[in-house]
Every structure is written in structure tokens, then in C-alpha cells.
């Protein structure tokens, strides 16, 4: 499938030129790829991604440095509140020319893990992908103390620092109460 250099991810390499050595500075806003994150904490899809890059031009094909900053929105793992921050992910990719054949194996295929451009256009978006991803906690809490929910009644505990219970009643006393013997005792009285 050859990209589309009308998507918003999709970056145009052509002013940078071939010539070794050769740098250009590339700052774009780009609407989030949907399914950006992990279940519980990611980026809302189509918000915006904001890029400072580096280009740079070597032997076999273009160095991209930079970093992607991105609002995020998850749940606390352990209380379920609604959680807003934000990730500021860096990476560095080398974008391999499609005619050269740094990583082609001698007998025909590649490593898959080689970035490839396609004539002047690279993708930005497994890139995003994959330095997001990195960044995210595996467990993402409102606060790195949260101490949950209440596990009588599911209050949020952060929320009440004193919440508690009445102590609940003795099972030994209860069942003393319920004895018919006890009763009649005191309806003697
Ligand atoms: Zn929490
Ligand atoms: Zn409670």
C-alpha cells in the first residue's frame, strides 16, 4: 500500500533534500490516529498531535528526531476516576530510500523493523504509535497514592480521607440476641 500524501501523518521529505549532512526543522499539528494509547489511558482520537522535528539527511536515507506531545484520557486503575493529562513522547527513526539496500537481506526480503520512505514521503504514524505507547504507565493512577475505593460500600477513599464504618457488629453477639431463651428472659421482667 503506498501512502497518501495528503495524510495528515504523512511527511513530505522533498525540500531536504538528498545531500548528506542536510537539516531541516518540521513543527506540525496533526488530528490523532484513532486507537492511540492503551485501554485504560490514550489519545482521544482526532485531538491534537503536536510535532517538533528534526530531519536530517544521511547516507542511506533521512534521520527524524523529535518529539510528539498529545493530550491524554484514561480511567485510575484503582478508583475510576476520569483521568486528563498529558504525554510528551521523543523518538529518533532513520527512514531508510526506498532504492538503497541498507537491510535488504542479499537473497531478496527485508528486516521488518526498517523504516522505509516512499519516494520523499515517510509515515509518521507507527513512529506515534510506538513512542506513546512507551511512555504510558502500564497502570495509570489519578495520583501515585490513590488508595481506591472503599471495599464495603465503593466510595472513593481519595475523596474522604476519614471515610470509615461503624464497627460491624460482633457475629457472637448477634447470634446471642437471636436466642429464644434471651427473649423470654426479658419479657419476664
Ligand atoms: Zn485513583
Ligand atoms: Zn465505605
Do not use: K
Not at 511527511?11 to 499539528?29: F, H, I, K, M, Y
Not at 510535532?51 to 523529535?66: D, H, I, K, N, P
Not at 461503624?166 to 447470634?175: G, H, K, Q
Request: charged content about 30%; glycine content about 8%.
Amino acid at each position: 500500500m503506498r501512502l497518501d500524501p495528503r495524510a495528515p501523518l504523512v511527511l513530505d521529505t522533498r525540500e531536504l533534500g538528498r545531500r548528506p549532512g542536510s537539516q531541516r526543522r518540521v513543527t506540525l499539528s496533526a488530528p490523532a490516529p484513532a486507537d492511540l494509547g492503551i485501554e485504560v489511558l490514550r489519545v482521544p482520537e482526532g485531538s491534537p498531535v503536536s510535532f517538533e522535528l528534526r530531519l536530517e539527511a544521511v547516507m542511506e536515507g533521512v534521520l527524524v528526531t523529535g518529539t510528539a506531545q498529545a493530550e491524554l484520557e484514561g480511567e485510575c486503575v484503582r478508583c475510576l476516576v476520569d483521568i486528563h493529562d498529558e504525554v510528551v513522547a521523543d523518538f529518533q527513526e532513520l527512514f531508510v530510500y526506498e532504492e538503497s539496500d541498507t537491510a535488504r537481506h542479499p537473497h531478496g526480503g527485508e528486516d521488518d523493523d526498517v523504516s522505509r520512505l516512499e519516494g520523499d514521503l515517510l509515515d509518521l504514524e507507527p513512529l506515534l504509535r510506538d513512542a506513546v505507547v512507551l511512555m504510558l504507565p502500564f497502570q495509570p493512577l489519578c495520583r501515585d497514592d490513590c488508595p481506591g475505593l472503599c471495599i464495603e460500600c465503593g466510595a472513593r477513599l481519595a475523596d474522604e480521607p476519614g471515610h470509615h464504618h461503624e464497627e460491624p457488629v460482633d457475629p457472637r453477639w448477634a447470634a446471642l440476641q437471636g436466642l429464644p431463651g434471651l427473649a423470654e428472659d426479658r419479657s419476664e421482667n
